[in-house]
């Protein structure tokens, strides 16, 4: 598709439009009505062709708007786009050129006119935003192709808002527009010549609706980002229904206040725990397990998490899904931690914690049971220019669900053990291999470019790390499919005894083949737990 810019003056949308190129959308030619206007400078360095046509002296809108016609008329294009064009057209006009679109610095049908920043700031609005519409003869008056709000600050002026509207809000909407008529989505509705209403295909709501709109207020100003050099801040969504660690209690009011890594970390070690019906602890360093495991006592699923790789635990982040006790917090406070994640404390274990000066203690209240535990259904993460939004990994096979595919049939507590491992191998790092006996870690391998690393890694772990604790027997639980039998090469030579993985890759039955001829009982899920971030 080709469009038709109209400018006054700088026409800064016309230029950004022309070099997003929105759905594949040309600008075929920029017409001003200033000889001196700086979109000419503009379009000449992105070599589109301009034109000039000035009123002159008495002349009337209609002839002048004639002269408009005739000089585009050497010109291809299906749609107009005003940009800052500081003329008002006629119906003649319109009727004569393809539909004609504007943007107005305002969420329309408020605040119309040429002042419409200062008519926001006297109005006291907290929103405010841009509008691209169908141009009517009357003023800022035609019907909407959509919309972008953008927050009003206490300590805005004209300026500083008209600034934000155009490079927040005008910025992101006039393309959209432009990329919904280039892919033939909008039918502008008419009775007779005249715009009366806007439809776009495939404008709707669902999971992932073609707009989104994300609205957080700031919750803290945190002491730095990743690293000292960066500056941070946390952002809480208030209509968040699961317990989670932005709105959680701190409960060591006299400890350090929490950074980027630390909420990072916490969200990761909690999200680890909530998995299990059975108390559970876990333990996170750079929002990777370093250790996790299920008892019957809480004391003891801890000292089963701690156990796997107390090294590496040194200053990580504690996470338990029960009320935590005096015994648990005892073991938590007997070496260096950062953070305490738990859905509450008794009196006598907030005492033990208390004397670590600096240990964050953080209480998110009531975890919920079942499905309520994970209530937000999906994550987002942003990347420059955008933000990538999936839902959530909420997968919980049980035994049943396995599909069993060697000669070797797992027995009941290895089938126990490959569904701990997997539901604690979904929080680890991509690739990533674990290994577990019963409701516990042995060795965890993660972030590894190759899964024959990641195996190595893990079998390195338990033998090194792991205290009181063997590979010897171990279930393997893999996030994605082995692709060559060298990865259960690696894990024979480890001592594992059975295995899970989700299948599907074209060498299974060799994989299938080296298992059985190691022993190994093997099984698929049929589904993968890649986490990448």
């Not at 008056?141 to 972008?148: F, K, S, Y």
Request: proline share 5%.
């Amino acid at each position: 598709m080709k469009f038709a810019g109209l400018a006054s003056n700088r026409g800064r949308n016309l230029r950004h439009i022309a070099d997003a190129a929105p759905g594949g959308a040309e600008l075929s030619v920029v017409l001003t009505n200033r000889e001196q206007a700086p979109v000419l400078e503009a379009a000449t360095e992105r070599r589109i062709p301009t034109e000039v046509v000035e009123r002159e002296g008495e002349e009337s809108r209609a002839s002048h708007e004639r002269r408009i016609l005739d000089r585009l008329a050497d010109y291809d294009f299906d749609l107009v786009c005003l940009d800052g064009y500081m003329r008002v057209l006629t119906d003649e006009f319109l009727d004569a050129a393809p539909t004609t679109l504007n943007v107005h610095p305002s969420l329309l049908p408020a605040f119309p006119g040429m002042d419409a920043h200062e008519q926001v700031l006297d109005a006291g609005v907290r929103t405010t935003g841009c509008t691209v519409h169908v141009v009517t003869e009357a003023i800022d008056d035609g019907p909407i192709v959509t919309q972008e709000p953008v927050p009003v600050y206490g300590d805005d002026d004209a300026d500083s808002l008209k600034d934000r509207v155009l490079h927040d809000a005008e910025f992101t909407a006039y393309p959209r527009a432009v990329r919904w008529f280039a892919e033939d989505r909008v039918t502008v509705e008419r009775e007779g010549s005249d715009a009366v209403g806007v439809t776009v295909e495939g404008d709707a709501g669902g999971d992932f609706p073609e707009r989104r709109f994300a609205s957080e207020e700031r919750a803290a100003t945190l002491r730095y980002g990743e690293n000292p050099h960066q500056d941070a801040a946390l952002y809480a969504d208030d209509g968040c229904e699961e317990a989670s660690v932005v709105g959680a209690d701190r409960l060591n009011p006299g400890s350090k206040g929490m950074g980027y890594n630390n909420y990072n970390d916490a969200d990761a070690a909690l999200n680890l725990v909530k998995e299990f019906d059975e108390p559970a602890a876990a333990v996170i360093k750079h929002t990777n397990p370093a250790g996790c495991a299920t008892s019957d006592e809480l004391a003891d699923a801890y000292d089963r998490a701690l156990r796997t790789d107390a090294k590496s635990a040194f200053g990580g982040i504690v996470a338990l899904n029960r009320e935590c006790d005096a015994d648990t917090a005892t073991a938590v406070a007997d070496s260096f931690k950062e953070v305490v994640v738990a859905p509450g404390y008794t009196d006598s274990a907030l005492d033990v914690l208390r004397e670590k000066g600096n240990l964050r203690v953080l209480d998110v209240g009531p975890l919920g049971e079942g499905d309520d535990r994970f209530a937000e259904r999906f994550t987002e993460k942003p990347i420059v220019g955008g933000r990538l939004v999936q839902e959530r990994d909420r997968q919980s096979p049980t035994a049943a669900d396995l599909e069993v595919v060697t000669e070797r049939e797992p027995t009941d507590e290895q089938l126990e053990t490959m569904v701990f491992a997997w539901k604690t191998l979904k929080h680890l790092k991509s690739n990533g291999v674990l290994f577990a006996t019963g409701t516990e870690t042995v060795g965890v391998g993660m972030g590894q470019v190759s899964r024959v690393d990641a195996v190595t890694l893990a079998a390195m772990k338990a033998e090194k790390d792991a205290e009181g604790k063997s590979a010897a027997g171990a279930v393997m639980a893999s996030d994605a499919f082995f692709p060559f039998p060298d990865a259960i090469e690696e894990a024979a030579e480890a001592g594992i005894g059975a295995v899970i993985q989700p299948g599907g890759s074209v060498n299974d039955e060799d994989v299938i083949a080296a298992a059985d001829e190691h022993d190994m009982a093997m099984a698929f899920t049929g589904s993968r737990c890649f986490r990448h971030d």
